[in-house]
Nanobody, 122 residues
């Protein structure tokens, strides 16, 4: 079991930026592909972005061109850089770890952080 802790959420105006961080402990981050998901009130959990063990990335169409995912295995940390934020980006953002490869499916991930709230005002 790897423990994941997200940070960096907050309140930001539309068009602004935030960088989320996810710090892993208990296991080596390099053993896992890492994903970011989000969930807004009344909606299902949604895939946002993921990075493979080798650093390859995949970003959902809804955030492509605005969000960037990266990892620093030496720091056991994965990041989600969010630019040009929109009100519809408002959600709780979760970091997750998997040893599988089905990145966009939430049930693939067995390890989850507690989530960090991102609120984007108009």
């Amino acid at each position: 079991q790897v423990q994941l802790v997200e940070s960096g959420g907050g309140l930001v105006q539309a068009g602004g930026s935030l960088r989320l961080s996810c710090i892993a402990s208990g296991r080596t981050l390099s053993s896992y592909a890492m994903g970011w998901f989000r969930q807004a009130p009344g909606k299902e959990r949604e895939f946002v972005a993921a990075t493979s063990r080798s650093g390859l990335t995949y970003v959902a169409n809804s955030v492509k061109g605005r969000f960037t995912v990266s990892r620093d295995n030496a720091k056991n940390t994965v990041y989600l850089q969010m630019n040009s934020l929109k009100p519809e980006d408002t959600a709780v953002y979760y970091c997750a770890a998997t040893m599988g490869s089905t990145w966009t499916i939430s049930r693939t991930y067995g390890n989850w952080g507690q989530g960090t709230q991102v609120t984007v005002s108009s």
